[in-house]
């Protein structure tokens, strides 16, 4: 498997970029991953690898690019601007058939990687905008998809009902569930809520269901995300990344608060001792770097877009989530979903 990297993208610089994907290089032999990059200063963070990452270089090729796509960078600059930069270079390549690239992945400007994906890439047959999506823990061990987290701000009741397709397809390829569990982001349950574009899709989503497309349930609200009783639920870029943002820092507060309650007094740090690995599994399943890396759903090729502020780990999740995309061949399944559509 070869995937391109983009190590000038995210806050903390090539250097976490780097380390994560040789912690992901070094886990699975049979990974191959492009570094996009100034050549020098890429070859100059191999060089500073510490042991055992260091033994997995041989898989680690530097590919030069001028420079990186600047944080604040518009989609029509990088369009006009940005050819010679990192994430342009990966994804011309990914979009090249004889380099043989499997998935890209970058934690740099979504916008310019949305722009930068359609023009390399293109959309598959009948969609027109990809979504970005992830997978949200939730109860009884499950996860729910959230769609769209930012690749289209303010989304039109149509767009609306192809995410919901689009994320259908993608707990049945990945999670291998036969029959979705789909919804409607909303402020409410009463068919009178919501703008005139989430009823005008509600009631398109509403025959898709009857057909036998996937199982609508019609709206939801925030808190039903984790209730283990969606398997996707659909949105606009604008709610679904402030939903997201959300339940990030609620995660990492909800954690810290248990962890200081049992340290506050002597009983509790004893307590404490009893349940440490219970919290260990605890931080672990609600850590949101271990769900970094989302999907641009609806382009012919896999592009992941890891969190901008995502340190050596959360790129190697990001990494891993490219990886489970090509084992599953996610484009060629979306496809295939796409064209059952009635």
Partial sequence: MRIAVDVMGGDHGSRAI???????????????????????HVLAELSRLPQPL????????P???????PAEATAAWALRHGRTTSMACMLEALGDSRRRLDAAVSAGNTAAMVAF?????????????????TAIPARRQRQCYLLDLGANVDSPAQRLVDFAVLGAAMAQSVDGVRMPRVALLNVGAEATKGSSRVRQADAV????????????????????????????????GFVGNAVLKSSEGLAGMLVERVQNAFESRLSGRLASLLARPVLRRLKQELDPVRY????????????????????????????RRAMQEVEHDLPGR?????????
């Fill in 18 to 40: 780097i380390h994560g994907a040789a912690r992901a290089a070094q886990e699975y032999p049979e990974l191959v991953l492009e570094l996009y990059g100034p050549r020098r």
């Fill in 54 to 61: 260091a033994a997995a270089t041989s898989r680690l090729i």
């Fill in 292 to 319: 970094n890396g989302a999907s641009l759903l609806g382009l012919s090729r896999i592009v992941v877009k890891s969190h901008g502020g995502a340190h050596a780990e959360g790129f190697y999740y990001a990494i």
């Fill in 117 to 133: 994906s359609r023009r390399a890439l293109g959309m598959l047959p009948g969609i027109k905008r990809p979504a970005i999506s």
């Fill in 63 to 69: 590919c030069d690019a001028a420079d990186g796509v």
């Fill in 205 to 236: 989503l509403r025959g898709h269901g009857a057909a036998g497309v996937f199982d609508y349930r019609g709206y939801a609200e925030g808190g039903d995300l984790y209730s283990g009783a969606l398997d996707v639920m659909v949105c606009d």
């Fill in 334 to 342: 979306l496809a295939q979903r796409w064209q059952a559509m009635p």
